[in-house]
């Protein structure tokens, strides 16, 4: 099963990489073609005639995981540029009350850097690609039976300052265009546990569904 895991880790890496190398491909084709004088400097901000940074946008996107790591619940504040490429900040935490339904998965919450690639926002329905990478805590038990408090071991969520390890969630999500400043989507991913406190309640396949609310394709206009 870790083998497995290890290698579905490494194709999603794989895809990933492949889609941003082929972005960064186009866009240096681009700048050949366009481009009056090929000794200039090239820049992120400014490259020639064609500038590389033409739209931004921001969003957040609050969503659901549910699967092998048991039901999460999080967001993701994000920096769209081109409208093909976001990067931001994601949390995911077990659900509070999870522990009714699900009594045996492991209470824990992933922070994380999060990145997507989308070759084709503009479509209606078109696919995204993101990774997450951070760190997972987990509920240690010994921790929190030696703690003490009115409302039991799990008062205050004690289990936020236990156990941690690194994080990497690779995914594919296929998102719908509800509205111009509207996205719903749903996907997979695979989260991978590494370090010395990993263990095998932190890896998973999950599902997940959420809505992008903002702004995605905001043009700049650059002066000549």
Same mark, same amino acid.
């Given at each position: ?110 922070? %994380?850097?999060? $990145?997507?690639?989308?070759? #084709? &926002?503009?479509?209606? =329905? +078109?696919?995204?690609?993101? !990774?997450?990478? @951070? ?29 941690? %390890?690194?994080? $990497?969630?690779?995914?594919? #999500? &296929?998102?719908?265009? =509800? +509205?111009?400043?509207?996205? !719903?989507?749903? @996907? ?37």
């Amino acid at each position: 099963m870790k083998l497995y895991s290890i290698r579905l880790i490494i194709f999603c890496l794989s895809v990933f990489l492949s889609n941003a190398a082929l972005a960064q491909t186009t866009l240096s084709s681009q700048d050949r073609k366009e481009s009056k004088d090929a000794s200039e400097t090239k820049t992120l901000l400014k490259g020639g005639v064609s500038p590389k940074i033409k739209s931004f946008g921001l969003s957040f996107s609050p969503l659901v995981q549910f699967g092998q790591l048991g039901p999460q619940q999080g967001g993701i504040l994000a920096l769209h540029l081109n409208n093909k490429w976001e990067i931001g900040a994601g949390f995911l935490g077990s659900m509070r009350h999870r522990n009714e339904i699900y009594s045996n998965d492991l209470r824990q919450q992933f922070s %994380a850097l999060s $990145l997507a690639y989308t070759p #084709n &926002a503009n479509k209606l =329905v +078109h696919l995204s690609f993101p !990774l997450m990478i @951070g760190v997972i805590r987990y509920q240690d038990e010994m921790m929190l039976a030696s703690m003490p408090g009115p409302g039991g071991r799990y008062d205050n969520f004690y289990w936020r300052n236990g156990r941690n %390890a690194f994080g $990497l969630q690779p995914g594919i #999500n &296929a998102e719908l265009n =509800v +509205h111009k400043y509207i996205r !719903l989507f749903a @996907g997979a991913n695979y989260r991978l546990a590494i370090g010395k406190d990993e263990l095998p309640e932190l890896s998973g396949l999950s599902g997940q569904v959420g809505l992008k609310v903002g702004f995605f394709n905001h043009k700049i206009n650059h002066k000549k």
